[in-house]
């Protein structure tokens, strides 16, 4: 592959020849990939690598690699990197992160490793919640001199939410860092309450030099997609970016480019529910599901970060200017990533596969210098345009599950879609999909009404909006477009008629958050609209005081929830919660207008202010009364998740909301139950007090088991978690 890629080398990116802005662009062909090695699937130590490989990161003799232990247990392991195809060799065996739970004391057995980073002499580590309902979380980062046992903090980095920053790290080329503001980028996507991270890829610069050395650590966002700015797709729906099953496991920075790459998983489909619900082969468990999945690496230009950087746009503005599949990873549909890192040094990217079980794998790429296609217009896959004038459409694009197409160009169709589907046919694209001699067959006649557009997109700059969206694949053609803008979901106060055009420019928008969609429409009607997107124009006077404030309390868990009459972006809302003197007040910060706490019985005076970058509000009070709680059963939903190797069998459970989970335990002390039966929602082999643990690992007989989690307190048990099956062999 070296060879060929030498004998179609159009340029060599040497260091120091180009300014930074003028460097070449990375395209797939230089992604060469090397092979693969593996690690033991235990420390011995009594630590467990399998189901790991979080917060990959470069060891301090870059001969080594941090990697994360059995998901959930919050430790960090050091192996060594050995040739590709060989074993690697333990050389610190599993350790605890100290204060791990300092990131939300609260949040019980759900905090997750995110990053790791070895600079100048110490290790930086980064964290964030599972699942942080309140979006109250305010730290992220660690940092220590002499490997993890040393590690302080949590601390704060940047203002950004930490689920935006608490993740994967990588170093910027030197040539890059006084243009960008920094040496290096922590980024995090697409965790659960998605809203508090980001929709797509995000990095923020960052000094890792200040973590554990100052109070205040700066940080700029350059990429990074927001709840108001869904630029790359919604989260409920299918783009060619992103849909909500994504999950980026690390960033690459090459020197000699204006590349930034990110590697990540991505479902092809969308849906919500259990596996069986969803098609789902490869997970059972309640969420959300897009199989199949492809690794994918999307490839962003440095010259954009820059402009974000110098204010010329917003980090939510940039796109990638081109992306590829990695198949030589997994590619059965499941797509078992976990994260990565890159080493400049050797120009190696380390990728870990092996959350489906068994022994760690990581797969090894090199980046080339060999520029195999020239900077230039590149293909934008899914949109039915020859963007690059090659006279191919959607060439290099990932397959697409069910369409009869070689989509990706390589003389198979539907590769990789686990079983088998049957081409169907496309409506009105002229094409015979299915390949049985009839274009359109069983599709609605000429005149029927349209179906629905698709991907609809939004991008806002200034008080400009823009929209952009794609036609419909089913019903009649459109003969024009109605776009509607409303002040709630579905609903509409505003509507335009733009002709056949599939993208509109809006100027002078008023300050608001808007819901849009688009209709389609020809003689015999109108379509049903496309997917809603959330458009938010951002305030650019003193915010007005919030209104409707109200409190409600069950067991002591109080839900404060107001109304902001500006509804812009960019607003933020400090909560404080005083019993008598303002010496003892609780303040909590949050980016929605709502906001939960616990608290004991007696009456409370509740403040809420507004705050944007063009100032804060007044004050608006409320004072509330909490009753004395009365006995209750844990009202908890638990998750439970098992880990099977050979005989031996690890039970995993934590609170799906941890702050009701500590609301639970506030009013009476929680402990739990393991259930375990021969059959479904049987008990037959026994009921095992846990006390307060969240786990259970033991050795296990061969059979087949079904097994739930209970909490209790001492006035009865609560809800089962979801039930698990175990078959050991």
Not at 107 to 133: E, Q
Not at 219 to 227: I, N, P
Not at 472 to 481: C, E, H, R
Request: net charge negative; charged share 15%.
């Amino acid at each position: 592959l070296k060879l060929v890629a030498a004998f179609v080398l159009c340029a060599v990116a040497t260091a120091g020849a180009q300014t930074p802005q003028t460097q070449p662009l990375v395209q797939a062909g230089n992604l060469v990939y090397l092979g693969k090695f593996t690690l033991p699937q235990a420390d011995g130590a009594g630590g467990n690598l399998t189901y790991g490989g979080a917060a990959l990161g470069l060891g301090p003799d870059a001969k080594s690699l941090y990697f994360g232990c059995l998901d959930g247990t919050g430790n960090l392991a050091r192996v060594t990197i050995p040739a590709v195809g060989g074993v690697a060799s333990v050389v610190e065996p599993c350790r605890a992160v100290p204060n791990l739970m300092g990131i939300k004391p609260t949040d019980t057995n759900g905090i997750k490793l995110g990053g790791s980073l070895s600079w100048n002499g110490r290790l930086i580590v980064s964290a964030y919640t599972f699942y942080d309902g309140s979006g109250s979380t305010a730290f992220s980062h660690f940092a220590g001199a002499a490997g993890v046992s040393s590690l302080t903090g949590p601390y704060r980095v940047g203002t950004d939410m930490p689920a935006a920053v608490g993740g994967y790290m990588g170093v910027i080329p030197k040539e890059w860092t006084g243009l960008l503001g920094g040496p290096a980028l922590t980024g995090k996507c697409c965790t659960s309450i998605i809203w508090r991270s980001s929709y797509g890829p995000a990095a923020s610069v960052f000094n890792p030099d200040h973590v554990g050395t100052q109070a205040s650590i700066p940080s700029t966002m350059l990429v990074g997609y927001t709840d108001a700015h869904q630029t790359l797709g919604p989260w409920d729906g299918v783009s060619q970016y992103y849909t909500g099953t994504m999950r980026v496991g690390g960033l690459a920075f090459p020197a000699g480019t204006r590349s930034l790459l990110f590697v990540a998983r991505r479902g092809e489909t969308f849906c919500y529910g259990d596996g069986a619900q969803c098609s789902d082969p490869s997970d059972p468990d309640k969420g959300t599901h897009g199989y199949p999945y492809r690794h994918v690496v999307m490839a962003y230009d440095a010259n954009d970060l820059l402009a974000v950087k110098q204010g010329t746009k917003k980090h939510w503005e940039v796109l990638p200017y081109t992306q590829w599949t990695l198949p030589e990873m997994k590619n059965d549909g499941t797509a078992d990533m976990s994260s990565a890192v890159y080493d400049p040094g050797t120009r190696r990217w380390f990728i870990t596969a092996g959350l489906a079980g068994g022994a760690p794998v990581v797969h090894v790429y090199e980046v080339t210098n060999a520029v195999i296609q020239p900077p230039g217009p590149v293909e934008i896959c899914g949109d039915g345009i020859d963007n690059d004038g090659d006279g191919l459409v959607d060439e290099g694009c990932v397959e697409i599950c069910g369409d009869g197409i070689d989509n990706d160009k390589d003389g198979l169709v539907d590769e990789g879609c686990g079983e088998p589907v049957p081409p169907v046919e496309i409506c009105d694209d002229g094409i015979d999909n299915d390949k049985d001699g009839l274009i359109d067959e069983g599709c609605d006649t000429p005149i029927a009404t349209p179906g629905a557009p698709r991907r609809l997109f939004s991008s806002v700059s200034g008080s400009t909006v823009n929209f952009k969206w794609s036609a419909p694949i089913t019903g009649g053609k459109p003969a024009d477009y109605i776009l509607e803008a409303g002040l709630a979901p579905g609903h509409s106060f505003f509507s335009t008629t733009v002709g056949l055009a599939t993208s509109l420019s809006v100027p002078n928008v008023g300050t608001g958050r808007y819901y849009v969609r688009v209709r389609a429409r020809n003689a015999n009607g109108t379509s049903v609209p496309s997917n809603e997107v959330t458009v938010s124009v951002g305030c650019y006077t003193r915010p007005r005081k919030v209104s409707a404030l109200t409190a409600t309390s069950e067991g002591g868990l109080v839900s404060l929830k107001w109304t902001d009459p500006d509804g812009c972006s960019g607003t933020s809302y400090q909560v404080t919660v005083a019993q008598g003197t303002a010496d003892g007040a609780r303040v909590m910060a949050t980016d929605t207008p709502e906001a939960t706490t616990l608290l004991a019985a007696g009456t409370y005076t509740a403040r809420v202010t507004t705050r944007s970058e063009h100032g804060v509000s007044d004050p608006t009070d409320l004072q509330f009364t909490v009753g004395s709680s009365v006995c209750a059963t844990p009202r908890m939903h638990l998750t439970l998740r098992p880990v099977v190797a050979a005989r031996r069998v690890g039970l995993f459970w934590s609170p799906l909301d941890p702050d009701v989970a500590a609301a639970d335990d506030a009013v009476a002390p929680v402990s739990y139950v393991l259930e375990a039966g021969t059959a479904p929602g049987v008990t037959d082999i026994g009921v095992v007090p846990m006390g307060r643990a969240s786990q259970f690992i033991t050795d296990v007989p061969p059979g087949t088991y079904y097994v739930r989690v209970r909490a209790g307190n001492a006035c009865g048990g609560g809800r089962a978690s979801n039930e698990a099956r175990l078959v050991v062999r």
